[in-house]
């Protein structure tokens, strides 16, 4: 009796760390539930068997102002969403932070900027942000259709805010993408995330 309650306690020690470990390149993406615009609970095992890319955003930091008023992100959207590729656009600021909208503020920044994800999803308590280790915006993952995480970190290869850095830099996404779909593994598959930071609630 005295080494089965050991053995518990043991347990109970690792359990924690087991479920919530954080996401790791080359590893199983850690399954999340979020809220979308419409009240609905998304969960990241709705779209097993499928390409998924999540994008950290916060619309009033010039990283990703210069992403989306360039309309480079909207393009990257509308060339994978088109693919049957999952996009979701994940907003982890809290409210009272930078960043933080309400859904109806969401669905226009969606519908003014052109944007084409599939969802936009809402992570204001930041544990699913946390989970992934999203330190900036925009942060990017890569998660194929047998739910391994392939990609994580930054857009490209040029830390600017400027727009006119785009054409010259590196489109890690992108390429990235283009490697898996073709069968082939990504050459970078971590590179360091620039932008903001997350404003997380704490």
């Known amino acids: 009796m005295r080494h089965f309650k050991q053995l518990l306690a043991g347990i109970l020690l690792i359990l924690p760390t087991t479920l919530f470990a954080a ?13 979308n615009t419409k009240g609905e609970q998304v969960n990241l095992s709705d779209y097993k068997g499928k390409y998924v ?3 950290w955003t916060n619309h009033l930091c010039p990283y990703v102002q210069k992403h989306y008023d360039s ?10 969403t088109g693919q049957d590729v999952v996009w979701l656009s994940i907003i982890s ?10 859904p109806s503020e969401a669905d226009e920044l969606t519908t003014s900027r ?8 809402f992570d204001e308590s930041g544990d699913v942000g946390k989970l992934y ?13 047998d ?12 830390k600017s805010a400027k727009q006119a850095d785009i054409g010259k830099a590196e489109n890690y996404l992108d390429v990235g993408m283009q490697s898996l779909m073709a069968g ?18 704490s």
């Open 184 to 201: 082939q593994s990504v050459a970078k598959k971590v590179t360091p995330p620039y932008g903001c930071s997350v404003k997380y609630k």
């Open 71 to 80: 309309d480079n992100m909207q393009t990257l959207q509308r060339k994978y």
């Open 93 to 102: 600021s809290a409210e009272g932070k930078q960043g933080y909208v309400t």
């Open 23 to 35: 996401a790791k390149v080359d590893t199983p993406a850690p399954d999340f539930s979020l809220v």
């Open 147 to 158: 739910g391994m995480l392939r990609y994580a970190g930054a857009i490209d290869s040029i």
């Open 133 to 145: 280790g999203a330190k900036t915006t925009p942060h990017m993952y890569i998660i194929t259709p």
């Open 114 to 121: 052109n944007a084409a994800p599939s969802q936009v999803l």
């Open 53 to 55: 890319i999540l994008e």
